[in-house]
Nanobody
């Protein structure tokens, strides 16, 4: 099994930055594609960014391209999401996700493991 624990969320002003971390357990971490989804209040959960098992390939939602950067450190079993130039519309609960298929982008139906989520709130 894989367990995912997110951290790094919080309250930030528009234009600010946050870095989210997702720490994973399990020796099979490196074989999973990893990514982040987000869910705003009363909205559907949506794909934000994914990274392949190797870290070679990434995929970003259009809404975050140029502002968010995903990376992973398989030796530390951790994936990161650097979020810059945050906007109020980025406000959501951000969920780390693991896909055993190993490739990005990640379809929500292919996610095997979810983190519990971390709240990101961007004030205007």
């Amino acid at each position: 099994q894989v367990q995912l624990v997110e951290s790094g969320g919080g309250l930030v002003q528009a234009g600010g930055s946050l870095r989210l971390s997702c720490a994973a357990s399990g020796r099979t971490f490196s074989s999973y594609a990893m990514g982040w989804f987000r869910q705003a209040a009363e909205k559907k959960r949506e794909f934000v960014v994914g990274i392949s098992w190797s870290g070679r390939f990434t995929s970003y939602a259009d809404s975050v391209k140029g502002r968010f950067t995903i990376s992973r450190d398989n030796a530390k079993n951790t994936v990161y999401l650097q979020m810059n130039n945050l906007k109020p519309e980025d406000t959501a609960v951000y969920y780390c996700a693991a896909d055993p298929g190993g490739w990005a982008p990640i379809k929500i139906g292919d996610v095997e493991y979810w983190g519990q989520g971390t709240q990101v709130t961007v004030s205007s």
